[in-house]
């Protein structure tokens, strides 16, 4: 079983958005590692000792600049920190899965991690994802979080006049419609187009959990199911294309 990350990246303007520059592989016993169309606009150098647009890169271990995002198992809040995504930790999961919910943020660089959606096995639409945005909705949301329960549903609403982000799916409470944050922006285009295509009765987004002790980033856990549509196809486009040729026959099957 292979999993797999999209390796996005924000240019200095925030007006210009992310955008994926490289996706990161495991199959149980390599690491690899190449760049998309996305890594040659504008902008974008390549990582350290990661230099070549046109090569993948292969390792046993996790490469240094996606080691460094994940927090290490001796520091003393490692068990908090799998217990916030849900994680056991006698039983922890691939690293990439960890990173794929965590996204590998760190307020020092401009990169994020995300996984593209897959089917589940009936074929539907499932993914979760912890909340963006809270900090910036001050204490209203913060009063409502704290009330919230484990599988509390919740609404979609599109912030269209959002002045950072036009493309923003904000997240509220269904009962007293409090804000209380935002999809990641990864998640964005595929949450409006499932909207629109599936019954409502086939799509949902419910509190997987609440994390009353955790940095905002890791505060609240959704969990989100829909159908599939026939032609759905996430995490398209050509800035997600790779840039090896020897990889694209694999890559696009």
Known sequence: MTNALFVAWRPESLHEGWRPVGRLEHDNSTYRYFYTQGAKKPGFRPFDHMEAFDQVYE????????ANRLLPSTRPEYDEF?????????????PIVILGLTEGRRQTDAIEVFPCPKPDDRGNYFNKFFLHGIRWLGEPAA????????DEPLKVMFDVQNDHDANA?????EDDRVLIGYFPRYLAADAKRLLASCDSNYFSLVVDRVNPDAPLQNRVLCRMAACWPHDFIPCGGEDFEPIPANIKAAFLQ
Not at 143 to 148: K, M
């Open 169 to 173: 799916v904000a997240v509220r409470t």
């Open 59 to 66: 390792s046993d271990e996790l490469f240094p600049v996606f």
């Open 143 to 150: 009063q409502r979080i704290a009330r919230l329960q484990d």
């Open 82 to 94: 799998l217990r916030w995504g849900g994680f056991d930790r006698d039983h922890p999961p691939d």
